[in-house]
């Protein structure tokens, strides 16, 4: 099954929240709000992204759950055949590797360096390889704080780009957002409605992943 039926998303109905949670829970809400006649347009909104989610919402309730559960059609990225003999390639290969060793889910992709660069990671302890992952884990964790808070207020800007744009006070607390000036955020939006404001606030505050 797809996880995107998991996927966490807000709906709100005009300026109301609607609901929150798995976005087949969202999806379904919509439609029954949809079909009860609400006059006011109802817009459903990733919590990782703050982007406008698009839905289907043709035929019945079934119908719907069918379409989300369904995997989407998705491209991993472009692999290096396995004959390549690039310096990469060759660490790889050369690496001994005991009698049943497993490869631990490794996946051979093609990189690009320069002579000097490779001629570093080639002496270093471990293979090129090796260092590499190395490498990434650690800009993984030394970043990974600057990164969630980038996430967050890109996605609290998007939220408030769709929603709130006419808003009093919107361009300040954009500027307040991305100056990470949580009370000066929380002043500018002090008017709007307590759904708007919440979420806002909610969407601004990074959150910790893998």
């Not at 030394?142 to 990164?147: F, K, P």
Request: proline share 7%; with cysteine; charged share 25%.
């Amino acid at each position: 099954m797809s996880t995107l039926v998991s996927k966490p998303c807000t709906a709100f109905d005009g300026h109301k929240r609607l609901l929150s949670g798995p976005l087949v829970d969202v999806a379904l809400a919509v439609k029954t709000a949809t079909e009860s006649g609400t006059p006011r347009t109802i817009l459903v909104f990733d919590d990782a992204t703050g982007g406008v989610v698009d839905l289907d919402l043709r035929g019945t309730k079934a119908d719907i759950v069918e379409r989300l559960s369904q995997a989407p059609q998705t491209v991993a990225g472009r692999y290096r055949p396995d004959t390549a003999t690039t310096p990469e390639k060759m660490d790889e290969t050369s690496e001994p590797r005991g009698r049943g060793r497993p490869r631990l889910g490794v996946v051979a992709r093609e990189i690009t360096l320069l002579p000097r660069q490779w001629e570093w990671l080639a002496a270093q302890p471990g293979g090129a390889s090796a260092v590499l992952r190395r490498l990434v884990d650690e800009a993984r964790r030394n970043g990974g704080t600057r990164q969630q808070k980038r996430a967050a207020q890109d996605a609290a800007y998007q939220f408030m780009l769709a929603i709130a744009g006419d808003f009093p006070g919107y361009e300040e607390a954009t500027r307040a957002l991305f100056a990470d000036d949580r009370p000066k955020l929380q002043h500018c939006i002090a008017d709007w409605p307590e759904d708007v404001r919440s979420h806002v606030l909610r969407l601004a505050t990074p959150h910790s992943g893998d």
